[in-house]
């Protein structure tokens, strides 16, 4: 079991481009979640995605940020035009489905490292 | 507002001593806590998890103590090792908001050799 995977684990965008982060969940679980953390700082949340679904993104920035989880392949964090205040790390995690008895652990995985110069 | 916050953001050990990291919640709909350890660099790893039906759970060198009453927890590391040396964080997960939590800032964990 690979865990949770990310790419690129570091990416340097300069201003005004486009990044995109990748996150291929555990296997077996159909939950996927971002985080951003900025130095120094704790993960705040961003998104929570099923397959084909956002069923949470009360996280993320209203503009420029977007993110999916498709049928097939790893989810996506996108950024457009990015700005240097754009410049943290970004941690995917994944679970299991929902449990009726209550909420599953999050297994993460070792983060993207965005730099916008 | 509502927040997880932690009472003290560095904390320096000896080696061998025991450890006490603590955590404060607002929201008292929070019903389910997580601890993950995070080392410089890596990702979050989980440690050790606590519902609300209970007070104290324990693992190996560690143990959660829940207090619902003044919203606090705690995380005890025993004989506290070189290899603890990281950044704790405390995670919240709201009755009813699905499997979605809400992590304080964290607390630095430094051991002296």
């Known amino acids: 079991n690979a865990g949770v995977m990310q790419n690129p684990r570091h990416l340097v965008r300069r201003r005004g481009q486009e990044a995109r982060l990748r996150c291929s969940p555990m296997k077996g679980h159909s939950h996927v979640y971002w985080y951003r953390q900025l130095p120094e700082e704790g993960l705040k949340f961003m998104v929570y995605?099923?397959?084909?679904?956002?069923?949470?993104e009360s996280g993320m920035p209203k503009e420029r940020f977007s993110a999916e989880f498709p049928k097939e392949g790893p989810s996506i964090l996108r950024i457009q035009q990015v700005v240097r205040g754009d410049s943290a790390a970004y941690f995917c995690?994944?679970?299991?489905?929902?449990?009726?008895?209550?909420?599953?652990?999050?297994?993460f995985g070792a983060g993207s490292r965005l730099t916008v110069l | 507002g509502e927040s997880v916050g932690l009472h003290l953001p560095t904390l320096s050990v000896q080696e061998g001593d025991n450890s006490i990291i603590n955590c404060a919640y607002s929201?008292?709909?929070?019903?389910?806590f997580i601890w993950y350890k995070q080392e410089s660099g890596k990702g979050p790893q989980f440690i050790i998890d606590?519902?609300?039906?209970?007070d104290k759970r324990q693992g190996q060198r560690v143990t959660v103590l829940l207090n619902k009453t003044v919203k606090h927890l705690s995380l005890q590391i025993a004989a506290t090792q070189p290899g603890d040396s990281a950044v704790y964080f405390c995670?919240?997960?709201?009755?009813?908001?699905?499997?979605?939590?809400?992590f304080g800032t964290g607390t630095s964990l430094t051991v002296i050799p």
């Open positions: 929201n008292s709909a929070s019903d389910y």
């Open positions: 995670a919240e997960n709201r009755a009813n908001t699905g499997n979605q939590f809400y």
């Open positions: 606590i519902r609300s039906n209970m």
């Open positions: 995605l099923q397959k084909e679904n956002i069923i949470d």
């Open positions: 995690a994944s679970s299991p489905p929902n449990r009726i008895s209550g909420a599953n652990v999050l297994t």
